[in-house]
């Protein structure tokens, strides 16, 4: 909200510079976001008299004027339509610098000399208007400096008043922080009515359908306006709170709600079909146009202002341009009310308009405004629009509640805050804002909050007042003490934690998505999941408009987009938050991603490309250590099936006989879409699989006191059998003294025979009980070698 | 040699009583010349190893000259070390070189392999973390310090634990289809974790000390400094007897260590719905110590956290006793920590994943 300093002063006498009232008021709860100061740099710009308007002889858009500036006429060209001969306009003569620091030159415009410039308000900094020069009152005299017309250089503080304090959003309700915060008065002018006429109940009546939606509808009549523009004083402070001044009567409306935070509509009386008023709900499809010129369709969870047949407002919101006020108005009803802060908000949510009144609807206005702020636009209309008032205001209105009495215990206050205020202290701050505080005795104040601060409804609403405007720059900071809260389980988030690190240690860098990505993105990882996605109502672009079901679709676009900047190796991870329906409800689940891609950073700097085995098996090689950091034993890799990946390259995850994740090689055809060369290996688990074992089951077994004996052997077998086949043979011979075998080799040749293959391996043999003798480990080694040549038609070269 | 009765000269001087070695300059001298001479004129590596041996080894005679030193005559004693080092080192070189030669007709310089230590280092790198993730991390052990346990909670919230029971108006604009991301069954996104101390205070008694790292959600368009998908960090310590002023000290504790230990905080009044008071938190700038600059456009101060002292409302809603029991909560955004403590000037770098900004954190 904009509070031009001069307005504010009308009712508070607080002479402080605007800089320091900025800094009270922020520190009392009333953000001040910025200081304008309007009109500074308008030193040399000066009253212009429109002598003659001519038009250009080589440009339709502009014309030739002279202007008189208070001594000569000079010529301007000017591209503005609202110039007129006899015109008094902003004027910037030869020399004059402007606000955005611009200086007036004679120039020549497609031919003809212009020596100054007729200046809109948006140029001269006093407003956003570009609509045409600004146009100055008749009776001012050329050549008088703008600023002497105008009062001098308004500052405006621009102010974020916070959702609770509906009654700062008026010049009268700062005035009364103001005054609170610097302990002076607060002076509200009494406006005092002329009244003639015929009386209101005879102009018009009011039907409220329900209080609960209009606790209280006032009405008047105003007859003979004369509709003009308003005075320069007026428009001014309309122009510095961001009002676009139009006419006297609407002006005085809007001029009446910035004043006190009243919002009022005034229609135009011949237009109100059987000259009354229905404040009722909006039939469903019943449709109306407001005055921004929309058709707009109503629902029945709308209050409208009705005529007998039809609406002519959506009530607190925005006029119907049916009843708009116009040149041809001569009576005006002038409608001051309040409605239902809920019913106000839904229904300009619902039709997606926003307006100064209903801004203040929405955050509750205050019934005992709403005749006064009546009676001061009535008074502004008799003076400024000719208008005689008819005797009388219809008043329909509900009983008020009557708000509870608080109390304020004084000791409550000091623990609460951790400060010792002193009771005096707080009641004279009470008392400052204008809250009737009775001191109970025992330290205890009772309060009745007035009607402007229905936010204030409990105790601790009240010592948040105290503290706000005592000021909590004085609050001690007590040192903290550490509290052991002793059943506090957060193992998860720190095994998770723990996680991370051991990830980050395996050469792995983390990554974050956002949660949500576009149907696309994840229909190119495979559609079978389409039924169970999360879509969001109302997605901000379609780019983000569904919930991720799994992390691989945006791992894979993280390693394709740094392919695109020439980072061709990457290995990354990222832990986050999956969705999906399950049984009817959405649900959700903390996931593992790890992707890999180029060659290990830190590795040497072969020249060789990088293979899908060596890729995968990276993969395998992190899962494989995080597992056994994480005590976790036995994920078991077995083929899988998943559109994402290669064929023949796709493994399902498995502990404990439960699938807890995939992984495999990304399809060519997706790598293609960031032009990835290099084989890409992918993992996604359940978070919860890797990090279930929370506490260290590790125990103590003895080191081994006797040597070990190692043997080599060579497996030549079909490609068919697999590293898993040979190892499962080995153990299934398993002598006890067999304590470790390890791969050490693959070869293939040609003497080997197509389709056949090496492995080679290093058995190790120990026993705990003494020292094995040749004979004993070759026999065990024999036994072993028979077997694989049995069960697997092994070859075998012994090492 | 001269020989007299009981005693028997050797290399490095002459043996007395009992085994006894008197060294004396003269014969060392000779010594020396001897030793150098064996050096220049022997004809293999095993010739001058033997050389070495003799002169220098462990057992030979430089060592022994040195472990008797202190018999040597006190006016000569000084030289007899200095003679005696620069023998060593003389002779270590002579030999080296010595050994090049008889190793290939190249002098030693040109000849022997020499290791380039600038290669490049092998084995495999740490990763690194993202900044959002470091915040957090560091942000739940400054909290941890004082004993504040983590706690989690769904990303996919009911009204009831975002919005009603943080004693938000049905009608507060933060509902809105326009600012919550709502979802078909009657559900919504978070937009801040405190739903998370809803369920925490729902499941147990106070005392209550946690924290609540989390993704959060709001329907921002995404700019330089917004983003629809973010994250906070929550506080909530509920007890008997807290204080405003205890929640002062926490922020400004967590301020010294997260900034820098001449950060100052501050508080503004403010408003938010489940707390009463409520202030806002300001952290003096770490970068030009409140003087006013850039990252804190100029105000000496920047805005962190939003906090207050729970709304007894909130407490009847769990079911505490809103009489007996106090508390405090904040809340605050990692990705603006994380901005201002790295000077990352835009929001979007922590959701591109791009390698040349990753990996400028570790
Ligand atoms: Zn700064």
Redesign the interface.
Same mark, same amino acid.
């Given at each position: 909200m904009k509070l031009p300093l001069s307005w504010l002063r009308e009712y508070v006498a607080v002479e402080a510079p605007a800089e320091e009232i900025a800094e009270r008021l922020?520190?009392?709860?009333t %953000?001040v976001e910025g200081i304008e100061h309007l009109g500074a740099g308008c030193e040399d710009i000066i009253v212009g008299e429109i002598r003659t308007v001519t038009a250009h002889p080589k440009a339709d858009r502009l014309r030739l004027c002279r202007v008189f500036n208070g001594t000569d006429e000079v010529p301007v060209v000017c591209g503005a339509d609202n110039v007129e001969v006899g015109a008094k306009a902003a004027f910037a003569p030869l020399g004059a610098t402007l606000p955005d620091g611009m200086t007036i030159k004679q120039a020549k415009l497609r031919g003809e000399i212009s020596q100054g410039m007729l200046c809109a308000e948006d140029e001269l900094g006093l407003s956003s208007d570009h609509g045409g020069i600004m146009l100055l009152p008749p009776e001012t005299v050329a050549g008088t400096p703008l600023l002497e017309v105008l009062g001098g250089v308004e500052t405006v503080l621009e102010l974020e008043v916070?959702?609770? &304090?509906s009654d700062c959003l008026s010049v009268i309700g700062m005035a009364r922080e103001v005054a609170a915060l610097y302990g002076v008065e607060l002076k509200v002018p009494q406006p005092v009515l002329a009244e003639s006429g015929k009386p209101v109940a005879e102009w018009t009546r009011v039907e409220v359908a329900d209080a609960a939606d209009c606790p209280r509808y006032t009405a008047r009549v105003l007859t003979g306006a004369v509709l003009k523009p308003s005075p320069l004083w007026m428009r001014r402070r309309l122009s510095c709170c961001g009002v676009r001044p139009i006419n006297n009567v609407v002006d005085i409306t809007n001029y009446v709600m910035l004043e006190c935070g009243q919002p009022l509509h005034a229609f135009d009386f011949a237009m109100l079909t059987d000259s009354r008023i229905v404040v009722r709900r909006a039939a469903t499809g019943e449709r109306m146009a407001t005055l921004d010129d929309e058709e707009r369709e109503l629902t029945s969870e709308m209050l409208v202002i009705a005529d007998a047949e039809r609406p002519v407002a959506v009530a607190g919101i925005m006029g119907g341009a049916g009843s708009e006020i116009g040149d041809s108005t001569q009576t005006v009803l002038l409608e001051s009310a309040t409605f239902d802060?809920?019913l106000t908000? &839904?229904a300009s949510?619902a039709l997606g308009l926003s307006t100064d009144a209903s801004h203040r609807f %929405?955050r509750t206005v205050d019934r005992s405004t709403t005749e006064w702020a009546s009676r001061r636009a009535a008074v502004l209309m008799s003076e400024l629009a000719d208008a005689a008032v008819a005797p009388g205001m219809i008043d329909v209105q509900a009983e008020p509640e009557t708000a509870a009495p608080i109390a304020c215990r004084l000791a409550r206050l000091r623990? #609460?805050?951790?400060?010792p205020l002193e009771h005096s202290e707080v009641l004279r701050i009470l008392t400052a804002l204008q809250i009737p505080a009775i001191d109970a005795g025992d330290d205890v104040i009772h309060v009745v909050p007035p009607s402007f601060r229905p936010d204030l409804k409990?105790?601790? /609403?009240l010592? %948040?007042e105290v503290?706000?405007v005592h000021g909590? *720059?004085e609050?001690?900071?007590? *040192?903290? #003490?550490? &509290? #052991?809260?002793v @059943?506090? /389980? @957060?193992a998860?988030?720190?095994a998770v +934690?723990a996680c991370?690190d051991h990830?980050?240690?395996?050469?792995?860098?983390?990554?974050?998505?956002?949660?949500?990505l576009s149907s696309r993105a994840l229909d190119r990882f495979g559609r079978e999941g389409v039924a169970q996605r999360?879509?969001?109502? /109302?997605?901000?672009s379609a780019d !983000?408009g569904v919930m991720r079901d799994s992390l691989i679709p945006q791992m894979a676009e993280?390693l394709g987009?740094?392919v695109t !900047?020439q %980072?061709l190796d990457?290995?990354?991870?990222e832990i986050g &938050?999956v969705?999906f329906r399950e049984n009817g +409800? #959405?649900g959700?689940e903390d996931r593992l991603a790890i992707g890999i891609m180029g060659r290990?950073?830190?590795?040497?700097?072969g020249g060789a490309p990088v293979t899908p085995e060596a890729t995968f098996l990276r993969l395998k090689g992190v899962l494989e250590e995080l597992a056994r950091v994480q005590n976790v034993r036995d994920v078991a890799w077995t083929p899988g099936d998943d559109p994402a990946f290669e064929t023949g390259w796709c493994v399902a995850l498995s502990i404990d006989g439960v699938v807890v994740g995939r992984a495999g090689l990304l399809t060519a055809d997706i790598r293609h879409n960031w032009r990835i060369q290099n084989p890409v290996a992918l993992m996604e688990l359940k978070l919860d699989s890797i990090i279930s074992q929370l506490h260290d089951t590790t125990s103590f077994t003895a080191i081994p006191v006797y040597p070990s004996v190692a043997r080599d052997l060579a497996v030549i077998v079909d490609e068919a059998v697999q590293h898993g086949d040979i190892l499962r043979v080995i153990n299934s011979v398993s002598p006890e003294e067999l304590t470790d075998i390890g791969l050490f080799d693959i070869f293939r040749s040609k003497e080997m025979g197509n389709r056949r293959k090496s492995m080679a391996y290093t058995l190790t043999y120990r026993s705990a009980e003494r020292t094995l003798t040749d004979e004993e480990t070759n026999s065990q080694h024999a036994a072993i070698m028979d077997r694989l040549r049995e069960e697997l038609g092994a070859e075998i070269k012994e090492r | 040699m001269a020989t007299t009765k009981g005693t028997k000269s050797t290399k490095v001087g002459t043996r007395v009583r009992g085994g006894e070695v008197r060294v004396d300059l003269e014969t060392l001298k000779k010594t020396v010349d001897e030793g150098l001479g064996e050096a220049r004129t022997a004809e293999s590596a095993d010739a001058l190893e033997a050389v070495r041996i003799t002169y220098l080894g462990r057992k030979g005679l430089m060592p022994q000259v040195m472990k008797e030193l202190k018999s040597v005559a006190p006016e000569e004693r000084a030289e007899v070390g200095r003679l005696a080092n620069s023998f060593k080192n003389e002779l270590a070189a002579l030999l080296e070189s010595r050994r090049g030669e008889l190793n290939g007709a190249h002098s030693a310089s040109d000849e022997a392999p020499v290791f380039d230590f600038t290669l490049p280092g092998q084995g495999s790198r740490r990763g690194t973390r993202h900044p959002i993730s470091m915040v957090i991390e560091e942000a739940v052990a400054i909290f941890g310090r004082m004993g504040f346990t983590v706690a989690e909670g769904p990303d996919v919230e009911t009204p009831y634990h975002n919005f009603d029971a943080l004693n938000t108006a049905a009608h507060h604009p933060a509902r809105d289809r326009q600012d919550t991301f709502w979802l078909d069954d009657g559900n919504l996104l978070r937009t801040q974790t405190s739903p998370v101390q809803i369920r925490v205070m729902e499941s147990r008694q106070p005392p209550v000390r946690i924290v609540t790292p989390g993704r959060c959600y709001r329907r921002d368009t995404t700019d330089a400094t917004h983003s629809a998908n973010f994250h906070q960090i929550e506080g909530l310590y509920v007890d008997h007897d807290v204080s405003l002023a205890d929640l002062k000290g926490a922020l400004a504790y967590f301020a010294h260590e997260m900034m820098g230990p001449d950060v100052a905080v501050r508080f503004r009044p403010h408003f938010f719905p489940f707390t009463e008071p409520s202030v806002e938190c300001d952290f003096s700038c770490h970068v030009c110590g409140g003087a006013g600059c850039r990252v804190c456009k100029g105000s000496g101060w920047i805005e962190i956290a939003g906090a207050g002292m729970v709304d007894p409302r909130v407490f009847e809603r769990v079911g505490y006793d809103p009489e007996s029991t106090t508390g405090y909560a904040f809340g605050m955004g990692i990705e603006r920590i994380a901005m201002i403590r790295y000077g990352i000037p835009d929001i979007r770098l922590l959701y591109e994943n791009d390698m040349r900004f990753l990996r400028q954190f570790s």
């Open positions: 922020t520190f009392s709860g %953000e916070t959702w609770n &304090r802060p809920a908000h &839904r949510v %929405e623990a #609460i805050l951790g400060v409990i105790e601790a /609403d010592i %948040e503290i706000r909590l *720059d609050l001690p900071a007590a *040192d903290p #003490i550490g &509290r #052991i809260v @059943d506090a /389980d @957060d998860r988030p720190r +934690a991370r990830l980050v240690g395996l050469g792995l860098s983390e990554i974050m998505n956002y949660s949500f999360v879509e969001l109502l /109302d997605p901000v !983000h993280s987009r740094n !900047h %980072e990457a290995a990354c991870f &938050r969705f +409800a #959405i959700e290990a950073a830190g590795s040497s700097t | -």
